[in-house]
């Protein structure tokens, strides 16, 4: 159409529709968002809170210190002192990065722990850890306690639930982890290890208010489980743990710690945490302020901006890359007939597959509808948006992530003779880190084959090894690849299909 033909290219269009999934989380602009001041009643989530002197503020995660800088610029002047842990290096990385603003300022209130080298529980961390907590535990009832709560905070937390040692600890959950077990599944372990994890934290602030601002990485945002739920009760099921360990195959090789730690049932309350008093969750907001679905709706804002026609499909994508990418190409075939004409198999097909990739039948309905759907007039291509987190079967020895892997995986569907549609898809990290890779994802299409071949890049030896991020920087001088730079957020993964409109609509 005229239209598109008119504007800047799907690529440069799907790179700015990122762009812009990611600006709408980042951290700085969460927090602002999130917290209303009106003189001295600060408004969060409907519910008003008085500062008088009273505020402390706690953070944990990759996104807290660019969360906790702009917290302190909204509400500085009340607070009273405030711990945050943070990973290893962060700072300098931002200050590397000219991520100014994402720092505090020199005579900040809040104190920097920096730890948990290579995302894994350290005795920094296990030290943040100890001070987050008692600073915690000396709050009354006239104070207000603000915590900042990001993905990457079960390991900026830990404190392991005596007679555990910090190493015990580690060792069951990175077994677990090696194991394949789920996110869902490992903080549903660690929280049971943990004095602070499982509403740990707000049971120490009792009777302090305690508003937890949370930027969810986890798929669903189940406040629960987003870095192990610090300021949620849990009900605490040692059953339910056993089964995981036994799941993996681990029951038989736990340290005796464990077992009583277990058997006890969180003794550090002193009490049955079937006890833990309801009324401390009284005192508590949790509030999701960045989570997938909120970049997937400014990334959607973005692409009306851009003359493109959106629609969400998930926020949350999971499974087999293998299966989302056969997804995606299944869809783009979709797209390519016009209404009325769309083959029933191939509607089948896409619904099969929804189980597998955690998107209901109800969405993938809804988004087939509306690709079928005529084009309003000054519509030109549709921009298929979604999120989530896929995984890769690691098999090779390659650099690569599961990003570039989708991507990669999406550009061979995208080469099928049925297709042609001139379809563009972008995968991406929202930290901007795909797996241990410069690039966070990459830009794909139908010409991705022929482009390789003319290169002599044998695609399918890259993917065998997992070479994605190898591949793509040799590729035509590494032109496909997504390089926003570290982000200083996280919300898992966008994806974006643009698909112009079929030639047959054109003409009818
Ligand atoms: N060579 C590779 N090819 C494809 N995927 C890879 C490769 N190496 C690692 N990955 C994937 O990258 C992820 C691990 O990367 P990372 O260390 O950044 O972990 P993460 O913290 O889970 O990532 P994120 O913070 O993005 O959720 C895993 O999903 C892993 O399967
Ligand atoms: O910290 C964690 O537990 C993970 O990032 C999920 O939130």
Redesign the pocket.
Known sequence: SLCSRSMSSLDTRARAVFSAAVEGVQPDIVVRRSLERHGDKLLVNGQSFTLTNNLYLVGFG?AVLGMAAEAERIVGDHLIKGVVSVPHGIQKTLHNHGKEKMLLENNSRITVMEGAKN?LPDADAQKSAECIRELASGLTEKDLLLVLIS??GSALLPAPAPPMSLQEKQDVTQKLAAAGAT?QELNTVRRALSLLKGGGLAQCANPAQVVALILS?VIGDPLDLIASGPTVRSDFKPEEVWAILERYKLSYSLPSSMNEVLSKARPHYGLQVQEQPEEVQDHVLNVVIGSNTIALECASRKAVELGLRPVILSPGVCGD?RSVARLYGLLSRFACYPEKETPPELAAEILQLGPEVGVESWDLCRTMNVLVEERKEGWGATCLLAGG??????T???????N??LALRVGLELNSDEVKSGAVFLSG?T?G?????EAAGAVTDGELMKEAMSQSLDIDGFLT?????TFFSQLTEGRRLLMPGLTGT?V??VHAMLLPPSPQRDFQ
């Open positions: 990759k995302n993905g990457g996110i990485d890359v987190e896929p995984t890769v079967q690691l090779g020895k390659g650099r690569g992530g599961r570039q892997e990290g930290d880190q795909d797996g241990p890779t090894n997992n070479d994605s991020f996280n898992m993964d």
